[in-house]
């Protein structure tokens, strides 16, 4: 699948802090020290082992930040999967340049890789169903837009960026509220009509409540095993979509797809996601 990449303009910013907190208030000392200013070379960043490809739009563009002059070739465009030994990326031209950007740019490439190929095994087991694997906002302060870009590089979707893009009511605002009743009809009264609002429920009994008083147009079927959401599903009956999330593992995925729930969220697609071993080579 090939993806619109976001603006490199947007990102640059988190890229360039990133590399000035790796480059310190004196350079790459150790490169300078040993590597001749006019050294030229093409390095290779490589895989070392099968994956789906994420942060290859960040790599080149932290190689970019340090010299502009570099000459970077993708060869795998993320969201593509690799083999191991495949070759992701070349980078071209002064060595002293692609010593002082190869950290960030791996240390990105693979925690992204990682989270891109995590969120392709969640998607396999919803193989045959029309359910959807969506993220959460579990993710690396600062690093919430590059860990969501790597959900949709590897199939999935995602869930609101920030609690600025959805109404989504909790536990917690429930309690504080005093019931279901209650933030549904205070939504009501105050949320524009551009504003989606999704609700969470951990029982039957407060879904009821939720459909008798209206106003949600998702609702979260939280930490509810697979009988439960089943019937859920069945009291819902189309009139909004529905939401499973909390205990969700790949071993469950199948079984929480097949009670028929529009999606599956998961917060370990970012934040238990193992960093793939990737390798710059000279």
Same mark, same amino acid.
Request: proline fraction near 2%; hydrophobic fraction near 45%.
């Given at each position: 699948?090939?993806?619109?990449?976001?603006?490199?303009?947007?990102?640059?910013p988190m890229?360039?802090? %990133?590399?000035?907190?790796?480059?310190?208030?004196?350079?790459?000392?150790?490169?300078? #020290?040993?590597?001749p200013?006019d &050294?030229?070379?093409d390095? %290779? *960043?490589?895989a070392?082992?099968?994956? !789906?490809?994420?942060?290859? /739009?960040?790599?080149?563009?932290?190689?970019?930040?340090?010299?502009?002059?570099?000459?970077?070739i993708?060869?795998?465009?993320d969201?593509e999967?690799?083999?191991k030994?495949?070759?992701?990326? &070349?980078?071209?031209g002064?060595a002293?340049?692609?010593?002082?950007?190869?950290?960030?740019?791996?240390?990105?490439?693979?925690r @992204?890789?990682?989270i891109?190929?995590?969120? %392709?095994? $969640?998607v #396999? +087991?919803?193989?045959?169903?029309?359910?959807r694997?969506?993220c959460?906002?579990?993710?690396?302060?600062?690093?919430?837009?590059?860990?969501k =870009?790597?959900? @949709?590089?590897?199939?999935? $979707?995602?869930h609101?960026?920030?609690l600025?893009?959805?109404?989504l009511?909790?536990?917690?605002?429930? #309690?504080?509220a005093?019931? !279901?009743? /209650?933030v *549904?009809? #205070?939504?009501k009264?105050?949320?524009?009509?551009?504003?989606? !609002? +999704?609700?969470e429920?951990?029982?039957l009994?407060?879904l %009821?409540?939720? =459909? +008798?008083?209206?106003?949600?147009?998702?609702?979260l079927?939280?930490n509810?095993?697979?009988?439960?959401?089943?019937?859920a599903?069945?009291?819902?009956?189309?009139?909004m /979509?529905?939401?499973?999330s909390?205990?969700?593992?790949? +071993?469950?995925?199948?079984?929480?797809a097949?009670t028929? !729930?529009?999606?599956?969220?998961?917060?370990? @697609? &970012?934040?238990s996601?193992?960093t793939v071993d990737?390798?710059?080579?000279?």
């Amino acid at each position: 699948m090939s993806f619109s990449a976001v603006p490199d303009l947007i990102l640059e910013p988190m890229i360039r802090n %990133a590399l000035m907190e790796d480059l310190g208030s004196y350079g790459d000392v150790t490169t300078r #020290a040993v590597i001749p200013a006019d &050294t030229t070379y093409d390095a %290779a *960043l490589n895989a070392r082992e099968d994956a !789906v490809v994420s942060g290859m /739009q960040v790599a080149r563009i932290a190689f970019q930040l340090v010299d502009p002059a570099l000459q970077i070739i993708t060869h795998v465009n993320d969201g593509e999967p690799c083999k191991k030994g495949d070759r992701l990326m &070349t980078i071209r031209g002064k060595a002293s340049a692609i010593l002082s950007g190869e950290r960030v740019a791996l240390n990105y490439a693979g925690r @992204l890789t990682g989270i891109a190929t995590k969120t %392709a095994g $969640f998607v #396999a +087991e919803t193989k045959g169903t029309d359910t959807r694997v969506t993220c959460t906002r579990k993710t690396t302060p600062n690093m919430r837009l590059v860990e969501k =870009l790597a959900v @949709l590089h590897g199939g999935g $979707f995602n869930h609101r960026y920030s609690l600025s893009d959805a109404i989504l009511i909790k536990d917690n605002h429930i #309690a504080a509220a005093g019931g !279901v009743r /209650q933030v *549904l009809e #205070a939504t009501k009264a105050t949320a524009s009509h551009m504003m989606a !609002v +999704e609700i969470e429920v951990d029982r039957l009994d407060q879904l %009821a409540e939720v =459909l +008798e008083v209206g106003g949600a147009s998702v609702v979260l079927l939280d930490n509810m095993d697979n009988d439960t959401l089943r019937e859920a599903v069945a009291m819902v009956d189309g009139q909004m /979509q529905t939401e499973a999330s909390g205990n969700v593992t790949l +071993e469950r995925v199948a079984s929480i797809a097949a009670t028929g !729930v529009d999606y599956i969220s998961s917060g370990a @697609l &970012t934040h238990s996601a193992r960093t793939v071993d990737l390798g710059l080579d000279f």
